[in-house]
């Protein structure tokens, strides 16, 4: 079974460019999930779908940060403008299911670098 | 706020000695509970779960952990590590039925051959 992919695996900016990251998970999870690892640090989530709509994008930096996830299956994740602070790995993860006893799967992610 | 505590950021051992990192979190309610591993250079890994049921919990690579609900914990353990578990470790726990992960920091571990 493949697992979650991401690409670009590593991508150089400056600041205030604008930058997107691209996730598709594993064939029929229904939920998906975008997480910043900062270094030294554990995953923060960012956002969640069930399917194509947005169950939880509390902790998303609106004012920067968007994220879709169209027809159900890929998403995208796009910072702009972005800034030093950004800098992080950026990880796409999925479950089967939304609820209950579900188990995240994890991409390779996304390390980015602003300069 | 809910948080999930990992203490001892950076262990160094010997290979066979034996390991424990501990996993606390402050949540209320019935929780769904993880560690993953990350191997230099490789994504995140689930190295065993715990949702219901015997509270000592068996995971690959002989790993194992134990979820004591009053301490609200979730140690790791392993008994005899090799040079091959070098990696950071994290905890990570979410609320049953709404599946956000919260993640400790990590540990980093290093066995020396």
Redesign the interface.
């Known amino acids: 079974e493949a697992g979650v992919a991401q690409s670009p695996r590593y991508k150089i900016i400056e600041k205030r460019q604008s930058v997107a990251f691209w996730c598709n998970p594993i064939s029929g999870h229904a939920t998906l999930y975008w997480y910043q690892q900062i270094l030294g640090q554990g995953p923060k989530l960012l956002i969640q779908f069930q399917n194509n709509g947005v169950v939880d994008d509390s902790q998303l930096p609106k004012d920067r940060f968007s994220a879709e996830r169209l027809k159900g299956v890929d998403s995208t994740l796009k910072i702009q403008p972005a800034k030093l602070e950004d800098s992080a790995v950026y990880l796409c993860a999925s479950s089967l299911r939304f609820g209950g006893q579900e188990t995240q799967y994890f991409g390779p992610g996304t390390r980015l670098l602003v300069l | 706020a809910q948080s ?1 505590s990992q203490h001892n950021h950076h262990v160094i051992l010997s290979e066979a000695a034996s390991l424990e990192l501990g996993c606390n979190y402050s949540y209320g309610g019935t929780v ?1 509970l ?1 560690w ?1 591993v990350q191997y230099p250079g ?5 190295l065993l ?1 715990y ?2 049921g015997d509270p000592l919990v068996k995971g690959i690579k002989g790993f194992e952990a134990e979820f004591i609900k009053s301490k609200f914990s979730f140690n790791l353990r392993k008994p005899s590590v090799q040079w091959s578990d070098t990696a950071e470790y ?1 905890c ?1 726990v979410s609320l ?11 540990n980093q571990v290093v066995v020396i051959p």
């Open positions: 999930v769904n993880f993953y490789q994504h995140l890994q689930l779960k949702f219901s994290f990570a049953y039925g709404n599946n956000r992960l919260a993640f400790g920091k990590g």
